[in-house]
């Protein structure tokens, strides 16, 4: 049987979400997917799963009038590795309540399966 490497946060990643969210993070070990994101993957970041701001980023017809926008759509986690949303969300919660439901109440787990977390903020352990 096969050990599933971990990684352990050992800095802030930076990232959409506030900085005290994401200051919850550092210390925890976490299951990598396996694979390190490339930084050609398409992904999406947490500001992408707040309706309000997309709604008002597309047009009736469809289309994208506010461009500029969307660079605060822009993932900022590219270049690193990946961990299971929902396995992240129970490690979170037992270390941090408060910061595991502001991401319950800000994506949409459904469309969000994997989290990303850059090289530098992480250190493998398993």
Sequence with gaps: MTKTQKIRIVSV???????????????LELPIKGVPVSKNLIQAGVNFFK????????????????RASLKKFKPKNTD??????KTAMTILAEKSPAAAEWWRENI??????W???????CKIVS
């Excluded at 949409?108 to 399966?113: C, D, F, G, I, T």
């Excluded at 989290?115 to 903020?121: G, W």
Aim: glycine share 8%.
């Design 13 to 27: 990643p930076p990232g959409q979400a506030p900085r005290w969210v994401r200051r919850e993070w550092v210390g």
């Design 80 to 85: 690193g590795y990946t961990v299971n949303t």
């Design 51 to 66: 309706a309000k701001e997309l709604i008002k980023t597309i047009t009736t017809e469809g289309t994208i009038q506010k």
């Design 108 to 113: 949409v787990l459904s469309l969000m399966p």
């Design 115 to 121: 989290l990303s977390f850059k090289k530098e903020v």
